[in-house]
């Protein structure tokens, strides 16, 4: 699977941000999907993740900020990102796997997303 990320901007803090990721394949509704995040000088993490059912995990720092959400049929996974903060700023990246159990083997090119205080 190919994935593209878009929807990266500068927001200020408070403001919304919804990031899609279009993949390509056939087999796109067998994949797990998630959203990592890497800020300058830190290591990636995990902003949050979609299983193939739908169901969604999100860490501490976005809970209840972020929302994942997945349209099978346009094979698209979003990050609806609302009361964004500075520290939310980093390049934002989708990534996919068919194995759960797995790490995440597909990725895509990242999208830039910069919260102003």
């Known amino acids: 699977v190919q994935l593209q990320a878009f929807g990266g901007g500068l927001v200020q803090a408070g403001g919304f941000l919804r990031l899609p990721c279009a993949a390509s394949?056939?087999?796109?509704?067998?994949?797990?999907m998630a959203w990592f995040r890497q800020a300058p000088g830190k290591q990636r993490e995990l902003a949050a993740r979609i299983s193939s059912v739908g169901s969604p995990y999100y860490p501490d720092s976005v809970k209840g900020r972020f929302t994942i959400s997945r349209d099978n049929a346009k094979k698209t996974v979003y990050l609806q990102m609302n009361s964004l903060k500075p520290e939310d700023t980093a390049i934002y990246y989708c990534?996919?796997?068919?194995?759960?159990?797995?790490?995440?083997?597909?990725w895509g090119q990242g999208t830039q997303v910069t919260v102003s205080s």
């Open positions: 394949g056939r087999t796109f509704s067998s994949y797990d």
């Open positions: 990534a996919a796997r068919l194995d759960f159990q797995m790490p995440y083997n597909y």
